[in-house]
C-alpha cells in the first residue's frame, strides 16, 4: 500500500504542476520578462518545454504512478534558478529542440522501420542547433541510443539520421549563400561556438558554482537511484530512460570539454536531470525517501540563497 506521506501527496498530487507553472510565470514577470522580447521568448520556450515533458510522461509512462513531477520538476528549476535560464535568452529553444527528439526517439523503439523516427530526431536536434551550433554533437549520441537501448539499428536508420541533420543547413547555407556579404562573417560566427579553451574558475559567480552543484547533485542522486531500481519498471521504460542517462552523460562531458557554453549545458543538464529528479522523488520509498526530497527541497533553494548573499 502506498504511504500517504506529505511527500507523496505532493509528488502524486495533480495539482503540483499548475502551481509550478504560475509561481514560473510570477517569477519571470517580476524579472521583466513581457518588456523584453528575448526574455519573453525564453519564457515561451520553457514553456513549451515543461508542455512537451507532461505530454512524454503521459505518452510513455516514464513513472509507474500517475504524477506529474517530470514537467514540475523541470519547472521547479526554472523556478529557483531563473537566472540560469535568462542568461541564455534565446538559447533556451535548445531545450525544445531537445525535448522534442525525444518523441521520435522513444518512438523508435524496438520497431523495424524506425527510419522515420530518426530523421525527425535529428532534424529536432539540427534545428536547435542553428541557435547553438554545438548542439550537433548530440548526434552521435542519437545514433547510439537508437542503435543499443532502442535496438533500431540499420543502414536506413543512419542515412535518415544524416539527412535529418543536413536538411536545415542546406536551407540555412542557401540563404548565407545567396547574400554573398554575410558568408563569411556567418562561418566565422559558426565555427568560433565551438570554443574548447580553458575557463577561468574564478570567473564563475558563487551563484553559477552553487547552481551547477545543486543540479550535478541532483542529477546523481537520481541517476544512481534509477539504476539501482530499474529492475521494477518495464523493459521500454528502462530504454526510455537510458537514453535520457546517455544525454545526461553526454551533457556532462561536453559541460568539461566546453566550459565557456557552461551555462547552456547546465541548462540542457536541468533538461535531462528532471526525469531522473521525479523518478526519485515520486517513486522512493521509507524514511529515507521523505528526508531525501525535503534534502532536495533544501538543495534547489541553494543556489537561490547563494544568489541573495553573494556581493
Not at 529492475?231 to 528502462?238: A, E
Request: charged share 10%.
Amino acid at each position: 500500500m502506498r504511504e500517504r506521506t506529505l511527500k507523496n501527496r505532493l509528488t502524486a498530487s495533480m495539482w503540483t504542476l499548475p502551481v509550478m507553472a504560475v509561481a514560473m510565470l510570477v517569477s519571470w514577470m517580476w524579472r521583466g520578462a513581457f518588456t523584453d522580447n528575448n526574455r519573453l521568448l525564453a519564457l515561451g520556450a520553457l514553456a513549451a518545454t515543461g508542455w512537451l515533458l507532461a505530454e512524454l510522461n503521459s505518452r510513455f509512462a516514464l513513472l509507474r504512478v500517475r504524477s506529474r513531477m517530470v514537467s514540475a520538476s523541470f519547472l521547479a528549476f526554472v523556478v529557483a534558478m531563473p537566472w540560469l535560464f535568462d542568461a541564455t535568452g534565446s538559447l533556451a529553444v535548445v531545450t525544445v529542440a531537445v525535448a522534442a527528439a525525444w518523441w521520435p526517439l522513444f518512438g523508435a523503439y524496438d520497431v523495424r522501420a524506425a527510419a522515420g523516427h530518426a530523421f525527425r530526431a535529428s532534424l529536432c536536434v539540427s534545428l536547435g542547433s542553428l541557435f547553438f551550433p554545438p548542439l550537433l554533437l548530440l548526434l552521435p549520441v542519437l545514433g547510439f541510443c537508437l542503435m543499443v537501448p532502442l535496438r533500431a539499428a540499420g543502414w536506413r536508420v543512419v542515412a535518415a539520421l544524416v539527412m535529418g541533420g543536413v536538411l536545415p543547413y542546406v536551407y540555412w547555407g542557401l540563404y548565407v549563400v545567396l547574400d554573398i556579404g554575410r558568408l563569411m562573417p556567418a562561418l566565422t560566427a559558426f565555427s568560433q561556438t565551438f570554443d574548447f579553451s580553458p575557463l577561468d574558475l574564478y570567473s564563475l559567480s558563487p551563484a553559477d558554482v552553487a547552481t551547477l552543484a545543486a543540479l550535478a547533485l541532483m542529477a546523481l542522486a537520481g541517476t544512481l537511484h534509477y539504476v539501482r531500481t530499474a529492475f521494477n519498471d518495464k523493459i521500454r521504460v528502462r530504454m526510455f530512460f537510458y537514453v535520457i542517462i546517455c544525454f545526461e552523460l553526454s551533457t556532462v562531458a561536453l559541460l568539461v570539454l566546453m566550459p565557456r557554453a557552461h551555462s547552456v549545458w547546465t541548462m540542457l543538464l536541468a533538461l535531462e536531470a528532471a526525469p531522473l529528479v521525479a523518478h526519485h522523488l515520486t517513486l522512493s520509498r521509507g524514511r529515507w525517501g521523505t528526508v531525501w526530497f525535503w534534502v532536495s527541497v533544501a538543495i534547489l533553494a541553494l543556489p537561490g540563497v547563494v544568489k541573495l548573499l553573494a556581493p
